[in-house]
């Protein structure tokens, strides 16, 4: 664990070279309940923020960062995991000057100007790489279960409302005689009959479908299929 006295050796060392932070979140661990921490925060004007305990979400950007971190440092430490904080720096400065997807620049170049010149590390870059690809599959993932869900959502409002309008098919057998609706009108036949007919039924297939065939002389094909909502029966005259 971290005690006080490191947390404020490491705020110091920032100080030296950054200034202070505007503000620290935390989690509410020793080093960050302790009086002294709490003074040097106060006596340097710096806003403390503690998370509240089983909500990591309250240090979003952090915990982010730790899903990165700790996994490479766990796999760099597996011959001792007591030795993993002699991984830190070197793990530090890889992913400090590793160019980020998001702002297209690496977080020392964003924050320096310059890029780091830094000794190639390929075994530990190539860790920090596979965990990233990970983190952003995983990302990719809950996004598309994301849009799955909203799609489901959309697909659920559009059926309640197609159930809402929609009337319960008539149902019709094998030889009778209906008329069909005219669903396609071109030129000069916008003042045609709406429907067309008689055909007579001669085959009723699964979900209200079915296969016509025109009786008579009238306009329209000598065989089609409809469906039972652009149907209705034939009346004579």
Known sequence: STSAEDAL???????KTFGNPKRIITDRCSAFT????GDYCTNENIQHFQITTGVPRGNGQVERIHRTLIPVLTKLSIADSTKWFK?????QRILNST????TKWSPFELLIGVTMRNKEDLHLRDLLMEEMMEELQEQIDELR???KKNIQKIQAENKRTYDRKCRNAPSYQ????????????GTGLKLRPRFLGPYRIV???P?????????????????????????????PG
């Open 9 to 15: 050796d490491k705020l110091k060392v920032q100080q």
């Open 34 to 37: 302790s009086k002294a921490f």
């Open 87 to 91: 991984f830190v720096d070197p793990l």
């Open 99 to 102: 160019f980020n997807r998001s």
């Open 145 to 147: 279960q994301d849009a």
């Open 174 to 185: 094998r030889g009778d005689l209906v008329v069909i609706q005219r669903t396609q009108f």
């Open 203 to 205: 085959k009723v297939k």
């Open 207 to 235: 979900r209200n479908r079915y296969d016509l065939e025109k009786v008579g002389n009238h306009d329209g094909p000598k065989l089609t299929n409809s469906s039972a909502d652009l149907m209705k029966f034939y009346s």
